[in-house]
């Protein structure tokens, strides 16, 4: 079950981040692999700064976070 909610979170991130950023997503792989790294970095950064994540909003909310970052940085190395 864990694997499932990490990819709806990966999901609903990336598309989030994707519209945020460009105004549209990249795709569903692409939203994918931006959500799921997006909600690493996010998590990781929240929890330095003493951020507690439970629960499935606020999952989202720290992988969009992330995702937004990652693309942040993606667009700065084009």
């Not at 991130?13 to 799921?36: E, H, P, S, T």
């Not at 720290?62 to 990652?70: D, N, T």
């Amino acid at each position: 079950m864990g694997i499932v909610l990490l990819v709806i979170v990966g999901l609903v991130a990336g598309y989030l981040a994707g519209i945020i950023w460009k105004g549209r997503g990249f795709g569903l792989i692409g939203n994918l692999i931006v959500g799921i790294a997006g909600s690493f970095i996010g998590g990781f950064l929240l929890r330095i700064i003493g951020f507690s994540i439970h629960g499935l909003i606020a999952q989202i909310i720290a992988a969009l976070i992330g995702a937004v970052i990652l693309l942040w940085i993606i667009n700065k190395i084009k």
